[in-house]
């Protein structure tokens, strides 16, 4: 259990939830203010991880990318002038190389930043200025099914686990609170279909499942990664979670997967 004890990690994410859902009804900028301030905090974390593996890296190329990003995002541009400011970002990478006689190895490790977990958070920052047709099935079946996994997953794991999971990455995890964490998320996914009833159930229940798997994926993504830093958490930002990433990890894997379910059908 991470440092601070289960009163106090149920504690922090009830206050990390009241900051996103505050956010989230104050309108698309505060939404993209708090998703920003999300990828400041995990682009330091991530590269510190790296840092720890031997890389030399800086948040700051990714930081300056999600930045261009959500200004685009708010001004609705168009695709052409997404991949003009990311360019931008790879020349100031590469820029760095030069100026500072970093290896092309340490560039590469600041752009996996801007792809790890930047483009997965740049992901919610884009859909905060969505319609909110879309945006809030999308963050709610997120929000629900990731979540509700990670929560049955863990304490339903330490109660009733017994057959490791994954242990050469994540020794605590268990295939008991996996089944759990999946059956139990996919059900609290569903309370997104009883608050919005926009689609037919089933499309919530598909999408539900298929995030509970996700989320769990990019947990072990970010143990692995951790266990190759050497690190038990990302940072001791948030009490008994740890860090950003920590806490995001599952969310980050989650997003894309109900985005693209939920766009597809409604465009059918």
């Keep these: 259990m991470k440092k601070g004890g289960t009163a106090v990690r149920v ?70 002038f997404y991949i003009t400011a990311g360019s931008i970002v790879v020349m100031l990478a590469l820029l760095a190389a030069l100026f500072k006689k970093i290896t092309m190895r340490d560039v590469l490790g600041s752009c996996i930043i801007c792809l790890y977990p930047t483009l997965f958070l740049l992901g919610y920052a884009y859909l905060s200025v969505q319609d909110e047709a879309l945006m809030y099935p999308v963050l709610l079946i997120t929000l629900f099914a990731a979540a509700g996994c990670d929560m049955f997953a863990y304490f339903l794991g330490r109660t ?81 979670h740890g860090g950003i990433i920590d806490r995001i990890d599952s969310f980050c894997f989650a997003m894309p997967v109900a985005f693209f379910a939920l766009i597809l059908f409604h465009t059918t």
């Excluded at 031997?54 to 700051?60: E, R």
């Excluded at 930081?63 to 995002?73: D, E, T």
């Excluded at 059956?183 to 539900?208: C, E, F, Q, R």
């Design 11 to 80: 504690l922090t994410g009830l206050a990390l939830s009241g900051f996103l859902v505050v956010s989230v009804l104050l309108g698309p900028e505060t939404r993209l203010c708090f998703f920003y301030a999300v990828i400041w905090f995990a682009a330091r974390e991530m590269s510190d991880a790296l840092n720890r593996m031997g890389f030399v890296t800086s948040p700051w190329i990714a930081r300056a990318l999600a930045l261009a990003m959500c200004l685009l995002f708010y001004l609705k541009d168009e695709t052409a």
């Design 160 to 240: 009733f686990g017994r057959h490791k999971l994954c242990p050469s990455i994540s020794p605590h995890k268990t295939i008991e609170g996996s089944i759990a964490g999946t059956v139990l998320g996919t059900a609290l996914g569903m309370l997104a279909w009883v608050i919005m009833k926009d689609l037919p159930w089933y499309v919530y229940l598909v999408t539900s499942f298929f995030c509970t798997i996700a989320g769990q994926l990019g947990d072990l993504v970010a143990s692995m990664i951790k266990r190759q830093s050497g690190i038990k958490d990302f940072s001791d930002l948030l009490p008994g």
